[in-house]
């Protein structure tokens, strides 16, 4: 009887038909492809995962960064719905910023010449290094307050604390008269039929054509003020017209907010003692000192669908989406994240760029209204430095296309920028300009703000319907052979859920996405090898529940790279051939091989394996389950023989099988085992006609 072997072609395809993808794999789980120079790839079992820290988090785990210090003490910072936290040494700590929202009397006094501004806040207790965004504009001594202010002096008085007054260009707002407990937040004024809204706000300082911005929103006269107008004109230096989205039905006037204040408090520490500082330039905050036990202020712990990290030298950058920004630095003893109150209130997401040191925040506001296609940056090495001067290095710029930017990182020397339209580059080219932006490309905007990654001096994302690839010929589409598996049942309506997960030790990058009907978390996975351009597949299982991960770093300061399961626990890959110590359900599926192309049955009596059956140098103990699927028609419901066990010592096997098409499937389900395919053979004859 004649022998044939079986030599696969690497890759998974489900894009065929199984009776069209023969001697390829049509289905996977948990497997990768090794690249072979005759054969082109092997397929293996992936690797498997422990857990990186023995606790769950106890919220879903959205973001991951690891970084170190200039002690070379290494940390992992970990972005969850409910807490921002550090991993380090086998512990975690709780650094979640805090934040307290009071709606008070306006009671602000200020002295003339001088733009030192005490606030009274009844009630309210601020400590040192606290931070208030004060959300609606308070006219007071010739001055107007609005945005966000390092609190300082706090007890001076009962329930007072002083901010300094700035202008646009960030010099100090002196106040022309002496006021003791007054101010005042704008006041609107209706007419019926009408859609202009008159406001005083006295020394407003706008201009005709001016962006006037409502944080909080106010209904007058059935007109619902919310966002940015346009000034439409100016009528003196207090009074100032704009024009509302609807018309009034009644004329009547009110107060922003009903007449009080806004503000939002950003929880900081104290005491701390004067005249010590971080030792890093440009914080300006001040320090803890050696043996001072720093005590937090009280507030509410933020949550957040969403975090965006990165770090800055030694210090922890963290910004909650629709949130401003934080850092945190391992050795200023800092019990809590602060926030930098001189960076955007708002932003969807922000990161490190290089060469020159700078955050680069994007979705992000000038004036507490967010701009979802608005990039900010602060100067370069002073993260307290947003606003641009000629005598510094920050800036803005505003993509002129697109509804909103999806995702920024920093790739290379370059900054990238997706928005759901197309792709941008923001290339340092110093002052005046200090980037250049480039259009790369159109119609490959990002699916999800965290589905794009820089690996290896490229650049690979999921796009709406496809994926691409980004390198020295610019922006080109990635074929995709297991197209049908992510994007025909892809949850819509999560597809900020979906998260990338380069792999730089074995050359992939996989997409862990939701799918409709698993409640708008991730449930499977995409995975592409670029070293052999081949793509495979999978998804949670019974057997193994949390395959598809909510957060995701490559290899980094902390080895092999660490993804967070939706079941809150944090773990490392490729440290282990099992899934957190259970067995890991391992397997690939043949489409149909054709045993003849006529009429005419095969009959296969015995099969020999050829495996590699565990780690180089390691126990060859793997237990393989092999099942043969044979039919005589594509469509028809194929008959099922084995599984048959297989180990090192299996010689060979007898399924006894006639048939015109047949498929393999090769499983295991054991603990600690490891696989690789090798060449399968086979001995067959001609039995009979269909």
């Not at 202010?149 to 007890?155: D, E, L």
């Not at 039929?193 to 020394?203: D, P, R």
């Not at 080219?429 to 589905?451: D, H, M, S, W």
């Not at 490729?574 to 359900?585: N, R």
């Amino acid at each position: 009887m004649p022998h044939q072997s079986l030599k696969l072609i690497p890759g998974v395809d489900v894009n065929k038909t199984p009776a069209l993808n023969e001697a390829a794999i049509s289905q996977s789980q948990l497997i990768r492809f090794i690249p072979d120079r005759t054969l082109g790839g092997l397929v293996q079992k992936l690797g498997g995962w422990v857990k990186y820290y023995s606790s769950a988090i106890g919220t879903t785990i959205r973001a991951l960064w690891a970084w170190e210090d200039t002690n070379s003490n290494s940390y992992l910072g970990v972005g969850a719905e409910g807490s921002l936290q550090v991993v380090t040494g086998g512990g975690a700590s709780t650094i979640t910023p805090q934040k307290t929202t009071v709606n008070v009397a306006v009671s602000v006094s200020t002295t003339a010449g001088s733009n030192a501004v005490v606030i009274t806040d009844t009630g309210r207790n601020v400590s040192s290094y606290d931070s208030v965004d004060i959300q609606t504009q308070i006219s007071v001594g010739g001055i107007v307050l609005f945005g966000q202010y390092q609190c300082y002096n706090p007890g001076g008085a009962a329930n007072t604390y002083t901010i300094y007054a700035t202008d646009a260009l960030g010099q100090p707002a002196l106040a022309t008269t002496t006021v003791t407990n007054g101010g005042a937040v704008p006041s609107f004024a209706t007419t019926s039929g009408s859609a202009g809204v008159s406001i005083t706000l006295a020394n407003h300082g706008y201009l005709a054509g001016d962006t006037f911005p409502c944080l909080i929103a106010t209904t007058i006269g059935g007109v619902t003020i919310y966002g940015n107008y346009i000034v439409s004109s100016v009528t003196s230096s207090s009074v100032f017209v704009i024009t509302a989205n609807t018309t009034a039905t009644s004329t009547t006037s009110g107060s922003e907010n009903s007449g009080l204040a806004h503000y939002v408090y950003y929880k900081g520490v104290g005491p701390l003692p004067a005249g010590t500082g971080y030792g890093i330039g440009g914080y300006g905050r001040g320090g803890y000192g050696v043996g001072t036990a720093p005590t937090l202020s009280g507030g509410t712990p933020i949550t957040a669908v969403d975090w965006t990290l990165d770090n800055w030298g030694q210090v922890l950058i963290a910004c909650p989406l629709n949130g401003p920004i934080y850092e945190w630095s391992p050795t200023a003893g800092q019990p809590i994240a602060l926030v930098i109150p001189q960076a955007p209130s708002v932003n969807s997401g922000a990161f490190v760029a290089m060469p020159q040191r700078q955050i680069v925040a994007w979705g992000s506001t000038t004036n507490g209204i967010q701009d979802p296609l608005l990039i900010r940056w602060c100067d370069v090495d002073d993260f307290n430095q947003w606003t641009a001067l000629i005598t510094n290095q920050a800036g803005s710029y505003r993509i002129p296309k697109g509804s909103r930017i999806v995702q920024g990182i920093q790739a290379g020397q370059q900054g990238l920028i997706w928005t759901d339209l197309g792709l941008w580059a923001m290339q340092y080219v110093g002052p005046p300009y200090v980037y250049q932006f480039n259009e790369l490309g159109t119609g490959c905007g990002l699916i999800g703000r965290k589905a794009a990654t820089s690996i290896n001096g490229a650049v690979y994302w999921m796009g709406a319907s496809q994926f691409f690839k980004l390198s020295g010929n610019g922006v080109e589409p990635v074929r995709c052979p297991v197209w049908d598996v992510v994007f025909q049942d892809l949850d819509t309506s999560n597809l900020d859920r979906i998260r990338v997960a380069p792999n730089s030790r074995f050359g992939e990058i996989a997409w862990h996405f939701p799918t409709i009907g698993n409640g708008g978390e991730n449930y499977g996975y995409v995975k592409y090898n670029f070293v052999l351009d081949q793509w495979d597949y999978g998804f949670n299982s019974t057997a193994n529940p949390y395959v598809a991960r909510s957060a995701w770093i490559n290899e980094s300061v902390l080895g092999a790279p660490i993804g967070a399961g939706l079941n809150k626990y944090i773990y490392q890959h490729e440290t282990s051939s099992d899934a957190d110590g259970t067995a890991m359900d391992s397997y690939f599926q043949t489409g149909y091989f054709v045993l003849s192309d006529a009429d005419v049955k095969t009959f296969i009596d015995q099969v020999w394996p050829d495996m590699k059956w565990g780690y180089y140098g390691g126990t060859q103990g793997a237990n393989v389950l092999l099942t043969f699927y044979v039919t005589d028609y594509p469509g028809q419901t194929p008959t099922a023989y084995g599984p048959f066990t297989l180990t090192q010592a299996t010689t060979y096997v007898t399924p006894r099988f006639r048939g015109r098409l047949v498929s393999l499937r090769i499983e295991s389900n054991d603990i600690g085992s490891w696989w690789r395919l090798g060449n399968f053979r086979y001995r067959l004859q001609p039995d009979g006609r269909f």
